[in-house]
Nanobody, 114 residues
Framework: QVQLVESGGGWVQPGGSLRLSCVAS??????????VGWYRQAPGKQRELVAT???????RYADSVKGRFTISRDNAKNTVYLQMNSLKPEDTAVYYCNKYPNTWGQGTQVTVSP
């Protein structure tokens, strides 16, 4: 079993930055080869992909966050990060950590407003 716990969400003004963290626990022996990612869900909308990280330092981003968000991982700490810069109000959502295919964290709220 694997558990994922996110942290780092909060309120920030437009143009600001936040860094989300996701710590994995449990059976993390193969963490370094997991495909992990961040997804988000805004009120009334479907959950959408934000960024993923897979073996060989491969990353993928939603077009809406390219150039502003960066996904990274520290395999020694079983942790995945999401650095979010130049935040916009439309980035407001609950952000979820994911281990492919269907292990999810509880989510952390990000609110971007004046």
């Amino acid at each position: 079993q694997v558990q994922l716990v996110e942290s780092g969400g909060g309120w920030v003004q437009p143009g600001g930055s936040l860094r989300l963290s996701c710590v994995a626990s449990g059976n993390t022996f193969l963490f370094s080869i997991w495909t992990v990612g961040w997804y988000r869900q805004a009120p009334g909308k479907q959950r959408e992909l934000v960024a993923t990280s897979s073996t060989g330092n491969k990353t993928r981003y939603a077009d809406s966050v390219k150039g502003r968000f960066t996904i990274s991982r520290d395999n020694a700490k079983n942790t995945v990060y999401l650095q979010m810069n130049s935040l916009k109000p439309e980035d407001t959502a609950v952000y979820y950590c994911n281990k492919y295919p269907n292990t999810w964290g509880q989510g952390t709220q990000v609110t971007v407003s004046p």
